[in-house]
């Protein structure tokens, strides 16, 4: 029983102690600051309760050295140890030795052992270890490996496994040696019992006799899927019940190899065979009796030293004395116009696919592939003629009742339809102004709108009212397709239609035996015709262009001397003499020396020039050379629409752009650029089209690079400064004068400069013709 100490005899366990201060969690390794935790000591220094030393966290000793962490110091640095292991083999009672490579990587001290694999080893081989830090065997396994446990010729535990390191690479064995490290000698491997056996077995397998490759590699990857195709006859009319076939040769470039197949038709009489001629090669010759196996062999072997069996001895015949020659069909055999021995049937090639030809073009130099004509041409399928139209329904109807028993209605022309059916402001409707052809005086007076839809190529006639004329206007004749006249009505041929090549400015028409003279077309007309000159030549300037230089010298003489035309067709060969002529007729109609003439003046050349240019292409031609004014834009309706545009899109951020149009003019001078301006308001998506954006921009700036910004954004504040409202229809003809494509030329004045440029090239002006 112990007895209580008497007070002033306790023990005082702090007597002598001058360390009381309590263990940091964080220490320094490799110069980074890791946290430590329980691995850390007590107060004072002392050890807890079951835990052992403290573990070093160093890798290397102190010194001077770098001051990056051992991952940017270390980085790709590995080392490299070569090791073995031993295991039992218990089925051959036999152990193996396993080569290894152990990687040490320095950044992190981290270990990974690595297997070369060996075909067909019968063992997974390949990574043993994956990259980890391995702790030292026991007791010792609170540790984990350093660089400093690491040796040449000494063992390793690595997870209750044995390695033996027996050599390292020279970069490993410096780098031990510069950090301290006494190099033990390099030993070599044991031998591998197992291995041995294995190669011993592997070389009672081989065989005795020599061998010779064949390496058909290349060719197999060079040419692999590429196949020549040949279309082929035989002939086989001179056998019993036999007839013409027609055959497919396929030429495989991969190995040489050739099949044949047969074509055959539908209700022939033969069975659809798979094949004529199986994939193989084709020897050009047919060989004899069938040999025996192994009586013939690609190789030829000679005996040198005695019998087999009893210490002979042999060799590849390297010249092929004995082998068997057999010629077989290749790819330079092979050409249009031969004949080649498919096992006794002669076979003709006729004709071959295009890769085949661009084949034997870039191989050969081969460019006639005329095909051969093995077969007569089909005979021409008779006609069938079509009745003639009866008259009970359309024309269209009564064709389609022939074309078979159950008639269909006629199709119309979708893609048509959907093309040039009306897309927004788009119509596809191109309007001519008419007169009627008549000799009534009452009836000369009628104006017509005549319509032609090009969605379906019909036609629709208008007569707009008009005082005091004694005429209803109204529909004079309803949309269709108008047949064009002097045309059979009981036919069988399809009769021909209008259409939209038929109808200009200056054509005379008969519709339904009412005549009528187009006069004159729409903006759209004119535009749609432009756009699409290949389709309308009238509307071609070039074409136009070409007919003026076709004019033949003898119409020249023709037009009197006095006239415009004669000056203008013979500048092809201007001489001095004519310079007066024609610097009087620039004065005449040019005083001012402007460069341009009236419309007029210049109608009235092109018509009497002779080459018979109807008035369309006069007005094409005016409405190319001429002087094209900018309209005026209207700055209220203008602004009126950008502010209802804004209003219906409740856009209220005046503020805010001021105070960025502010920023972005740090000078004060109150005008930015027009593409600052525009990025600032495409910035705050302001919900202006591309055109009112453009026009507004346009405005604001007049015609300088500077824009008043405060002027912009007073206009378009529809809180303070609204503008009177607009009406719809004057939104849409802002919409259609804002767009550029819409807006045609007005022809006034005609700069014939250009003209005469286009025309006979470079001529002189009105300067240069003085005498």
Not at 596 to 615: A, H, K, Q, T, V
Request: glycine share 6%; charged share 25%.
């Amino acid at each position: 029983m112990a007895l209580p100490m008497l007070p002033g005899n306790i023990i005082n366990k702090n007597l002598g102690k001058n360390k009381f201060h309590k263990s940091q969690h964080f220490e320094y390794s490799n110069g980074v600051r890791i946290m430590v935790g329980i691995d850390k000591p007590g107060i004072g220094g002392e050890l807890l309760l079951g835990q052992k030393t403290q573990p070093n966290y160093s890798v290397f000793p102190n010194g001077q050295g770098s001051e990056y962490p051992s991952w940017v110091s270390f980085d790709k640095q590995v080392l490299s140890f070569d090791a073995f292991f031993q295991e039992s083999e218990p089925q051959k009672q036999e152990y193996r030795i396993r080569k290894c490579k152990i990687y040490f990587y320095l950044e992190d001290n981290t270990i990974k052992v690595v297997e070369p694999e060996i075909k067909n080893s019968g063992i997974p081989q390949g990574t043993l270890i994956r990259r980890n830090r391995i702790p030292l065997p026991p007791p010792d396994d609170e540790r984990f490996y350093t660089v400093h446990d690491f040796n040449v010729n000494q063992p390793m535990v690595l997870y209750s496994r044995t390695f033996m390191i027996t050599d390292c690479d020279p970069f490993t064995r410096n780098f031990l040696r510069k950090i301290g490290v006494q190099l033990n000698q390099p030993r070599s491997p044991p031998l591998d019992p197992y291995g041995t056996l294995r190669q011993q077995m592997k070389d009672s397998m081989r065989p005795l006799r020599p061998y010779e490759r064949q390496d058909t590699l290349k060719q197999f990857l060079d040419h692999d899927r590429d196949v020549l195709r040949f279309y082929c006859y035989w002939d086989d009319t001179e056998n019993m019940f036999g007839d013409p076939r027609e055959l497919l040769l396929h030429y495989f470039l991969a190995d040489d190899t050739i099949e044949i197949r047969e074509v055959i038709y539908p209700n022939s009489g033969r069975d659809a065979t798979p094949k004529f001629l199986s994939r193989s090669k084709l020897p050009k010759q047919l060989p004899g009796p069938r040999p025996l196996p192994g009586q013939t062999t690609d190789h030829t072997v000679l005996n040198v030293f005695g019998p087999m069996g009893q210490g002979g001895r042999l060799m590849l015949d390297s010249l092929k004395t004995g082998a068997v020659q057999q010629e077989l069909y290749k790819d330079c055999d092979l050409t249009l116009g031969g004949v080649i021995n498919v096992w006794g049937r002669r076979v003709l090639l006729c004709d071959c696919d295009n890769f085949t030809k661009e084949y034997y073009r870039s191989k050969y130099g081969i460019d006639d592939f005329s095909p051969v004509q093995y077969k007569t041409p089909p005979a021409p399928q008779p006609l069938r003629p079509v009745p003639p139209y009866n008259g009970f329904g359309s024309e269209e109807d009564s064709l389609a009742s022939c074309q078979g028993l159950l008639p269909k209605p006629p199709q119309k022309d979708f893609h048509k339809l959907m093309e040039k059916d009306r897309q927004g402001l788009d119509s596809n409707v191109l309007r001519f102004t008419a007169k009627m052809v008549t000799d009534n005086p009452i009836d000369t007076e009628r104006l017509f709108i005549i319509s032609f839809y090009l969605s379906d190529d019909t036609i629709s006639v208008f007569e707009p009212p008009q005082k005091n004329t004694g005429v209803l206007g109204g529909k004079f004749l309803e949309r269709s397709r108008v047949k064009k006249p002097g045309q059979e009505l009981f036919k069988s041929e399809m009769s021909q239609y209008f259409s939209a090549q038929d109808l200009y400015v200056g054509a005379k028409i008969n519709l339904n035996h009412q005549g009528f003279h187009l006069v004159d077309a729409d903006e759209y007309a004119f535009n749609y015709m432009e756009h699409h000159a290949d389709e309308f030549p009238r509307a071609n300037v070039g074409t136009i262009l070409s007919k003026i230089h076709s004019i033949s010298e003898d119409k020249h003489k023709e037009i009197k001397q006095a006239n415009v035309g004669t000056i203008l067709s013979k500048i092809h060969s201007i001489s001095e003499d004519k310079h007066k002529e024609i610097k009087q007729f620039f004065n005449l109609n040019d005083p001012g020396n402007t460069g341009l003439i009236p419309y007029e003046p210049f109608r009235g050349l092109l018509m009497d020039l002779g080459c018979e240019l109807s008035e369309h292409e006069v007005m094409t031609l005016g409405r190319c050379f001429c002087e094209r004014q900018q309209p005026e834009t209207d700055v209220k309706l203008l602004l009126a629409v950008a502010q209802d545009q804004l209003r219906k899109n409740h856009f209220e951020s005046f503020s805010d752009m001021t105070r960025a149009f502010t920023h972005q003019d740090p000078h004060r001078t109150g005008h930015l650029s027009t593409e600052e301006t525009r990025t600032i308001c495409k910035a705050f998506q302001l919900p202006l089209a591309d055109d009112v954006l453009r026009a507004l921009l346009h405005t604001f700036a007049a015609g300088s690079e500077q824009l008043d910004y405060h002027a912009f954004l007073a206009g378009i504040n529809w809180r303070e400064n609204p503008a009177p409202p607009v009406a719809p229809d004057n939104v849409l003809k802002f919409d259609i004068d804002c767009r550029e494509e819409a807006r045609g030329p007005d022809v006034k004045n005609i700069i014939y400069s250009d003209l005469l440029e286009d025309l006979f090239g470079n001529v002189k002006t009105d300067t240069d013709l003085t005498p």
